[in-house]
């Protein structure tokens, strides 16, 4: 089946620095990718969208220039948290797509914790 | 009010009981409907996923939509410990805004105790 694989699993920066998060589609092409923000014991919340090849569209509220979302290519996403802060702190998911109505895979997630 | 309601209980079940989570539906957009488990720090996996009304089994899981009243259920039968997690339902269009992303519920905590 189709499988995302998402990196780091879980990482600590100090506030003020940059953390990057990769997500990658390792056997299928990935038309969509998704990033998700899930609070302990809230839903999943969708921050962005995006396309290879294009900008991600952002969901309202959500800080474009913080939140740097690349798609450079079918497999490969990224998410850069920039100047994190410690309201930053939370888990972060993506989801890679083929284009079908139902077919989302989720990568394992990544738990960010800003000090 | 939200897109998409589901009750977070915590629900807490005896093994070997039937199951019953439902989520509530406001966006007449939505067409295809999923069922999520979300273990503690993973992410979400599919177990079910519908397209429009009606019923589909998969071994002890049953998923049923009923768009008419907006309203799609998961039905766990013979609970194990195993099934102890988050359930989250999702939703997406084929249209408009909500066309390829998903709308979660809020995820229903199931503990099902030996």
């Known amino acids: 089946g189709a499988v995302v694989s998402q990196h780091p699993s879980w990482v600590i920066c100090k506030s003020g620095t940059s953390v990057k998060i990769e997500c990658r589609s390792l056997d299928f092409q990935a038309t969509t990718m998704f990033w998700y923000r899930q609070f302990p014991k809230q839903s999943l919340m969708l921050m962005a969208t995006?396309?290879?090849?294009?900008?991600?569209?952002?969901e309202q509220g959500v800080e474009k220039d913080k939140f740097l979302i690349n798609h450079a290519s079918l497999t490969l996403s990224t998410l850069t948290v920039t100047s994190a802060h410690p309201e930053d702190s939370s888990f972060y998911i993506c989801?890679?797509?083929?284009?079908?109505?139902?077919?989302?895979?989720f990568g394992s997630g990544t738990r960010l914790t800003v000090v | 009010q939200k897109e998409v309601e589901q009750d977070p209980g915590p629900l807490s079940v005896p093994e070997g009981a039937i199951v019953s989570l439902n989520c509530t539906y406001s966006n007449s957009a939505f067409q295809y409907f999923m069922w999520y488990r979300q273990y503690s720090r993973k992410g979400p996996e599919l177990l079910m996923y519908t397209y429009s009304s009606g019923n589909k089994e998969d071994g002890r899981f049953t998923a049923q939509v009923d768009k008419s009243s907006k309203y799609i259920s998961l039905f766990i039968r013979d609970s194990q410990p195993s099934d102890s997690a988050t359930y989250l339902c999702?939703?997406?269009?084929?249209?408009?805004?909500?066309?390829?992303?998903?709308?979660f519920g809020q995820g229903t905590i199931l503990t099902v105790h030996p």
């Open positions: 989801s890679a797509t083929t284009g079908m109505g139902y077919g989302y895979t």
């Open positions: 999702a939703m997406s269009g084929s249209v408009g805004t909500s066309y390829g992303k998903l709308t």
């Open positions: 995006s396309n290879e090849g294009s900008k991600a569209t952002y």
